[in-house]
Nanobody, 123 residues
């Protein structure tokens, strides 16, 4: 059974930073791209960032470019999202996700995702 468990969310002031972590189990995740999606209240789930199975290629939504960094430690089956210069509009539930292709992550249509972790950015 595939499990993705996120952690690291919380309340932060605008301009601050958070680091999200996601531990994966139940699959050989080192062979698959992983990513982060988010969903704000009243909005659809959207793509934030993704990383290739090798970690050599990363993808970011325009809203995340220059502020967020995705990385992975395949030995630990863990993916991270370092978020800097946070803005109130980054407030959302952040979901770790995986799919057979990064295209499914970029279109917010992953095969698996976790329960999510809340990120709240105050102004």
């Amino acid at each position: 059974q595939v499990q993705l468990v996120e952690s690291g969310g919380g309340l932060v002031q605008a301009g601050g930073s958070l680091r999200l972590s996601c531990v994966a189990s139940g699959r050989t995740f080192s062979r698959y791209p992983m990513g982060w999606l988010r969903q704000a209240p009243g909005k659809e789930r959207e793509f934030v960032a993704a990383i290739s199975w090798s970690g050599g290629t990363t993808y970011y939504a325009d809203s995340a470019k220059g502020r967020f960094t995705i990385s992975r430690d395949s030995a630990k089956n863990t993916v991270y999202l370092q978020m800097n210069s946070l803005k109130p509009e980054d407030t959302a539930v952040y979901y770790c996700a995986t799919a057979s292709s990064q295209e499914y992550l970029k279109t917010a249509a992953p095969a698996y995702w976790g329960q999510g972790t809340q990120v709240t950015v105050s102004s």
